[in-house]
C-alpha cells in the first residue's frame, strides 16, 4: 500500500509564499512522476505543476514565474514553492504520483489535500 501525505498548507496575504510537500511512503519500488493538482471552489481540478521522470517540469500558464516544483527522490518528496500567491490561488492543492509498486503495478496515488487561502 500507498499512501501521499501533504504538508505546508494555510492562510496567507495576497503577495506571500508558501511551501507545500508531499512524502511519498509505502511499498514503492518506482517513483516516476510527481505533480501537484489543485481544485479551486466551483472549479474543475486542474494540474499545477509536473516533475516528470526524465526531469522535465511543466507548470500550468497561471503559474509560471510564481510556483516552482522540486523533488527529493532520497525522500520520496515532491515540494511545491507557491510565491507572489494571487486570490485566485484559494485552492485545495493536491499531490499526485505514479508509482511502481512492490506487485510491479503502475498506479496513480493522490494525497488527501491541504488547503491553501489566499486572501487581500
Known amino acids: 500500500q500507498v499512501q501521499l501525505v501533504e504538508s505546508g498548507g494555510g492562510l496567507v496575504e495576497a503577495g506571500g509564499s508558501l511551501r507545500l510537500s508531499c512524502v511519498a511512503s509505502?511499498?514503492?519500488?518506482?517513483?516516476?512522476?510527481m505533480g501537484w493538482y489543485r481544485q479551486g471552489p466551483g472549479i474543475d481540478r486542474e494540474l499545477v505543476a509536473l516533475?516528470?521522470?526524465?526531469?522535465?517540469?511543466t507548470y500550468e500558464d497561471s503559474v509560471k514565474g510564481r510556483f516552482t516544483i522540486s523533488r527529493d527522490d532520497a525522500k520520496n518528496t515532491v515540494y511545491l514553492q507557491l510565491s507572489r500567491l494571487k486570490l485566485e490561488d484559494t485552492a485545495v492543492y493536491y499531490c499526485?504520483?505514479?508509482?511502481?509498486?512492490?506487485?510491479?503495478?503502475?498506479?496513480?496515488?493522490w494525497g488527501q489535500g491541504t488547503q491553501v487561502a489566499v486572501s487581500s
Open positions: 509505502g511499498s514503492i519500488s518506482k517513483i516516476h512522476h
Open positions: 499526485y504520483s505514479v508509482i511502481t509498486d512492490w506487485d510491479r503495478a503502475i498506479k496513480t496515488y
Open positions: 516533475h516528470a521522470s526524465d526531469g522535465t517540469v
